[in-house]
Nanobody, 115 residues
Framework: QVQLVESGGGLVHPGGSLRLSCAAAGFPFSSHGMNWYRQVPGKERERVATISSVRSTSYADSVKGRFTISRDNGKNTVYLQMNNLKPEDTAVYYC?????????WGQGTQVTVSS
């Protein structure tokens, strides 16, 4: 059974940093790409960052240069380092992967950027 569990969210001032973690289980983690998405109430879920099984990465334009996605295959964990946070980064952040044509999501972790 695929499980994705996010952690690391919280309240941070503008300009601050957070590191999100997503612990994965139930599938061969090292051979699957992983994604971070975020969602604000009333808006569609937005892809933030992707890391492939060979560690190539891509980012939404809104976070390029500020966010970094990485993975530790030994710990079955994907990370999202978020620097220079802005109020518009406030959202629930979700971990995501595609396994055997099924999309799986974690429960989400709230990130709030406010002074």
């Amino acid at each position: 059974q695929v499980q994705l569990v996010e952690s690391g969210g919280g309240l941070v001032h503008p300009g601050g940093s957070l590191r999100l973690s997503c612990a994965a289980a139930g599938f061969p983690f090292s051979s699957h790409g992983m994604n971070w998405y975020r969602q604000v109430p009333g808006k569609e879920r937005e892809r933030v960052a992707t890391i492939s099984s060979v560690r190539s990465t891509s980012y939404a334009d809104s976070v390029k240069g500020r966010f970094t996605i990485s993975r530790d295959n030994g710990k079955n964990t994907v990370y999202l380092q978020m620097n220079n946070l802005k109020p518009e980064d406030t959202a629930v952040y979700y971990c995501n992967t595609l396994v055997a044509i099924m999309n799986y999501w974690g429960q989400g972790t709230q990130v709030t950027v406010s002074s």
